[in-house]
């Protein structure tokens, strides 16, 4: 994991702005990869919600559980001192933030961030990062549980153990089989090994689960040569878990491909769909992945063939197999997605869109898994700085849909927060990308 760079799309913007207008990018998508025209809106409403962060705040992630959305950020409490703090929303409102660990040790990165994970018995898990005594590159994981809803959490562990001063970071976590599953970056293989091996400076790909009691299971390799520096995530179909990140290729081919976890082992990844995006630097763009039951949605920014874009695809047997991917941008995207599947089938999309400058907006689109895309919905300005950070998406499943992001507007950043509204058919469910 190298130090991150600018978005990917700046590299790949220029060649093309003037191809991707809105419309002429439509034209672009029917002809060249194959998606359908736009169904008809959607009925997306974004209805911004007061937020439970302060100001110095950062970092967002957002979570789900029942009817329950969980939200951690971290916020600035003095010089190089922050804590991490989660809150519930219910529906109606955010309860009172809860802190769950402070310290001036916290990595505080941009791109690698923080997370609170519900767990189906109650508990709680989260994880941060914690810079070593090197500095630099020199970061490793904290995990730590709640019995008792976030009032007091375990001793923090580390999920990782080959004690070596290199990075550990862009983690995910998962429940499956009664244990959580966490999925992280791992750089032990830029230093020499432990017998005097010489270091491949390979960024490779590493899973561990912990039980109820937290007992944790072995350290598995999922791939050893993986992207330095983009983002992670898991997900559970009907046949187990299935993990979804940026490859690496010899060739410097930096794919999304899906692995999955079948009979208790992990099995080699397959590409999501072959882009051929070749960048000699990590684009800090990862994936995200979304399930309901055999149905999966993968989303992932690419700069492949010099244009920057926003897809989504999706597999209706457990991840084996995925369908020709659809763009989801309005042509000059930033990346930093999320998705979520919702009770139709459809995924709802998050992503960042340049409006000009160093503006952009936070953008979300409903697709259908037959290619119909619903109309672009506009959350809120932001940024396409760093700082910004990546919007986050949760819900569905009886959860309300959330949007959190970082506004660097004001004079000290602050995480903002909205609820994304869902029109609702009146012969039941909610209405259809077609609007049927």
Same mark, same amino acid.
């Given at each position: 994991?190298?130090?991150?760079?600018?978005?990917?799309?700046?590299?790949?913007?220029?060649?093309?702005?003037?191809?991707?207008?809105?419309?002429?990018?439509?034209?672009?998508?029917?002809?060249?990869?194959?998606?359908?025209?736009?169904?008809?809106?959607?009925?997306?409403?974004?209805?911004?919600?007061?937020?439970?962060?302060?100001?110095?705040?950062?970092?967002?992630?957002?979570?789900?559980?029942?009817?329950?959305?969980?939200?951690?950020?971290?916020?600035?409490?003095?010089?190089?001192?922050?804590?991490?703090?989660?809150?519930?929303?219910?529906?109606?409102?955010?309860?009172?933030?809860?802190?769950?660990?402070?310290?001036?040790?916290?990595?505080?990165?941009?791109?690698?961030?923080?997370?609170?994970?519900?767990?189906?018995?109650?508990?709680?898990?989260?994880?941060?990062?914690?810079?070593?005594?090197?500095?630099?590159?020199?970061?490793?994981?904290?995990?730590?549980?709640?019995?008792?809803?976030?009032?007091?959490?375990?001793?923090?562990?580390? %999920?990782?153990?080959?004690?070596?001063?290199?990075?550990?970071?862009?983690?995910?976590?998962?429940?499956?089989?009664?244990?959580?599953?966490?999925?992280?970056?791992?750089?032990?293989?830029?230093?020499?090994?432990?017998?005097?091996?010489?270091?491949?400076?390979?960024?490779?790909?590493?899973?561990?689960?912990?039980?109820?009691?937290?007992?944790?299971? %072995?350290?598995? +390799?999922?791939?050893?040569?993986?992207?330095?520096?983009?983002?992670?995530?898991?997900?559970?179909?009907?046949?187990?878990?299935?993990?979804?990140?940026?490859?690496?290729?010899?060739?410097?081919?930096?794919?999304?491909?899906?692995?999955?976890?079948?009979?208790?082992?992990?099995?080699?990844?397959?590409?999501?769909?072959?882009?051929?995006?070749?960048?000699?630097?990590?684009?800090?763009?990862?994936?995200?992945?979304?399930?309901?039951?055999?149905?999966?949605?993968?989303?992932?920014?690419?700069?492949?063939?010099?244009?920057?874009?926003?897809?989504?695809?999706?597999?209706?047997?457990?991840?084996?197999?995925?369908?020709?991917?659809?763009?989801?941008?309005?042509?000059?995207?930033?990346?930093?997605?999320?998705?979520?599947?919702?009770?139709?089938?459809?995924?709802?999309?998050?992503?960042?869109?340049?409006?000009?400058?160093?503006?952009?907006?936070?953008?979300?689109?409903?697709?259908?898994?037959?290619?119909?895309?619903?109309?672009? +919905?506009?959350?809120?300005?932001?940024?396409?700085?760093?700082?910004?950070?990546? %919007?986050? +998406?949760?819900?569905?499943?009886?959860?309300? +849909?959330?949007?959190?992001?970082?506004?660097?507007?004001?004079?000290?950043?602050?995480?903002?927060?909205?609820?994304?509204?869902?029109?609702?058919?009146?012969?039941?469910?909610?209405?259809?990308?077609?609007?049927?």
């Amino acid at each position: 994991m190298r130090a991150p760079i600018p978005d990917a799309g700046d590299a790949v913007r220029r060649t093309a702005r003037a191809a991707r207008t809105p419309l002429v990018g439509a034209l672009v998508c029917v002809a060249a990869s194959g998606c359908r025209p736009d169904a008809p809106p959607v009925g997306l409403t974004p209805v911004e919600l007061t937020s439970p962060a302060g100001e110095g705040s950062g970092e967002p992630f957002l979570s789900s559980a029942g009817d329950i959305v969980f939200l951690s950020w971290l916020e600035r409490t003095g010089a190089d001192t922050h804590e991490l703090r989660f809150a519930r929303f219910d529906g109606a409102e955010w309860g009172a933030p809860t802190v769950i660990a402070s310290s001036d040790r916290f990595l505080v990165n941009w791109a690698d961030f923080p997370s609170v994970q519900p767990g189906s018995d109650g508990s709680l898990w989260a994880h941060w990062l914690y810079r070593g005594s090197l500095g630099g590159y020199d970061y490793s994981i904290r995990i730590t549980s709640s019995r008792d809803g976030g009032a007091t959490w375990s001793e923090p562990w580390t %999920p990782h153990e080959d004690g070596t001063p290199t990075e550990h970071g862009f983690v995910s976590a998962v429940e499956f089989a009664g244990a959580q599953g966490f999925l992280w970056l791992d750089g032990r293989r830029h230093v020499a090994g432990p017998g005097g091996e010489e270091p491949t400076r390979e960024t490779a790909l590493y899973f561990r689960a912990a039980g109820g009691g937290g007992a944790a299971g %072995p350290e598995t +390799l999922v791939d050893p040569r993986v992207c330095d520096c983009c983002q992670t995530d898991l997900a559970v179909t009907s046949a187990g878990p299935v993990a979804v990140y940026r490859d690496r290729s010899p060739e410097e081919v930096r794919d999304i491909r899906v692995a999955r976890y079948r009979e208790g082992a992990w099995r080699e990844g397959d590409l999501v769909h072959e882009d051929g995006w070749e960048t000699a630097a990590c684009p800090v763009n990862g994936p995200a992945v979304a399930a309901r039951g055999a149905d999966v949605a993968v989303a992932w920014f690419t700069g492949a063939e010099g244009i920057p874009r926003v897809q989504v695809a999706f597999s209706d047997d457990d991840a084996q197999e995925f369908g020709q991917p659809e763009v989801v941008d309005d042509g000059n995207p930033a990346g930093r997605v999320d998705v979520v599947m919702l009770e139709d089938g459809s995924a709802l999309v998050s992503w960042l869109e340049r409006t000009g400058g160093e503006r952009a907006e936070v953008r979300v689109r409903r697709v259908e898994a037959n290619g119909r895309r619903g109309e672009s +919905l506009s959350v809120s300005t932001s940024s396409g700085e760093r700082a910004s950070g990546f %919007p986050r +998406l949760a819900g569905g499943d009886g959860a309300p +849909l959330i949007v959190a992001w970082t506004d660097v507007s004001e004079l000290a950043p602050r995480v903002r927060v909205a609820r994304i509204d869902l029109d609702v058919d009146p012969r039941g469910g909610t209405a259809s990308p077609e609007g049927r």
